[in-house]
């Protein structure tokens, strides 16, 4: 074979190699088909509650800033304060304190009192903090909620003027604020020390029940007013569920405290009274009846029935969290056999675990000691 022939069976042998080569390589390797990546759906999470008013609150996404202010704080604040997750998102906080002390001092200590919002705060100095949640009292919508709202800033608002708003309102508030579990805790705690004031009163008949009178005391320049809850407030309805007859209940038919004189107290002649101060302490009410001869001659006074009603950091006859202590200690005042030998203490102290996650036992036993400095 000459060397041309040569060369050309080399070059036909590398072709067909070649294509064998291609042809098995490609057989070996079939490609895979492109993965589908998944679409993306967007985020949809919305969380809706319905307030006090009625009012549906849709939020687009969880609050991570909360702010509760406006007048009355202090309830609104203390409610907010059952959810500990929220305690660590919230960014502003109205005056808590009424007069007696500030429990907030304790438990979120890094909002001190100068950084407080006034009661009369504007919806343009809360929305500079751009909260994505604000919690008011009711009372507080027209004049500082719809502003808020037209400034795109959600507002909820809460009432809890008696028990079973309280337990509603909490309920609702947990699903807006994501801790609904903590909401059934809370609302379960109330039910079940409603319940066994019920239970404990339940075959107290009405003949029995003793008849007593609530009275708001307030002091302006110099001049002493007492008052009476309006028939569908707190104050009432505690008096009520304590196994008690509320004296004032028929004549307050109004939408807040009403000034009574004395004429109509002599009227009543309650067996108890029990006087309520927010803003001072109530010994200055009891000096005053003291003093007076013409509070001498009722069955309250001349049996020594005029007791201070029961107060720590706040006073416990009011749509505050603690008001479920201010109904306990009723119940167990005014029918101690009852409750056999039980010490009202460990309540208090139940409370303030359970709901506020307290344990320092320094700062439980400055509650105690308040308490029983309201009451001595």
């Known amino acids: 074979m000459n060397n041309r022939h040569r060369l050309d069976h080399i070059r036909l042998s590398a072709s067909i190699a070649l294509i064998l080569l291609i042809f098995t390589t490609g057989c070996a390797r079939q490609e895979e088909p492109p993965a589908v990546q998944p679409i993306e759906e967007a985020s949809t999470i919305s969380i809706t509650a319905v307030d006090a008013l009625g009012r549906a609150v849709t939020l687009e996404r969880p609050a991570e800033r909360i702010m509760a202010a406006g007048k009355a704080t202090m309830i609104v604040a203390d409610a907010l304060y059952l959810f500990p997750e ?5 960014v502003g906080l109205g005056m808590t304190n009424q007069g007696l002390g500030d429990f907030f001092e304790l438990i979120a200590p890094e909002l001190g009192p100068s950084e407080r919002l006034d009661h009369s705060v504007g919806a343009e100095e809360i929305a500079a903090a751009q909260p994505d949640l604000v919690l008011i009292k009711s009372r507080n919508y027209e004049s ?3 502003q808020l709202e037209k400034l795109g800033i959600p ?4 009432d809890l003027e008696s028990p079973e708003s309280y337990i509603a309102e909490i309920t609702q508030l947990g699903i807006l604020l994501q801790e609904e579990d903590r909401a059934a805790q809370i609302t ?10 019920e239970t404990a009163v339940k075959d107290v008949s009405s003949e029995e029940k003793e008849r007593v009178l609530l009275l708001y005391g307030s002091l302006r320049d110099g001049v002493t007013a007492f008052q009476t809850a309006p028939e569908t ?4 309805i505690m008096t009520e569920t304590a196994g008690a007859d509320a004296l004032w209940k028929e004549t307050n ?7 009574v004189n004395f004429e109509q107290i002599a009227a009543w002649d309650p067996q108890r009274i029990y006087l309520i101060s927010y803003k001072i302490p109530v010994q200055v009410f009891l000096d005053q009846i003291e003093a007076s001869e013409l509070w001498q ?3 309250a006074v001349t049996e020594g029935n005029v007791k201070a009603f029961p107060a720590d950091y706040h006073n416990w006859a009011q749509p505050d969290t603690r008001w479920i202590l201010g109904l306990r200690w009723l119940s167990m005042d005014l029918h101690p056999e009852l409750y056999g030998q039980e010490p009202f203490t460990d309540t208090l102290l139940e409370f303030y675990r359970t709901m506020y996650g307290i344990t320092d036992q320094d700062v439980l036993q400055e509650i105690i000691e308040r308490y029983e400095a309201s009451i001595d």
């Open 253 to 259: 038919g109004t939408s807040g405290w009403q000034k």
């Open 144 to 146: 500082l909620g719809v």
């Open 155 to 158: 507002v909820f608002t809460l």
């Open 297 to 299: 001659d009722l069955s």
């Open 233 to 236: 407030w707190i104050q009432t």
């Open 86 to 90: 929220a305690r660590s998102k919230v």
């Open 188 to 197: 379960t705690y109330y039910q079940k020390m409603i319940d066994q004031v």
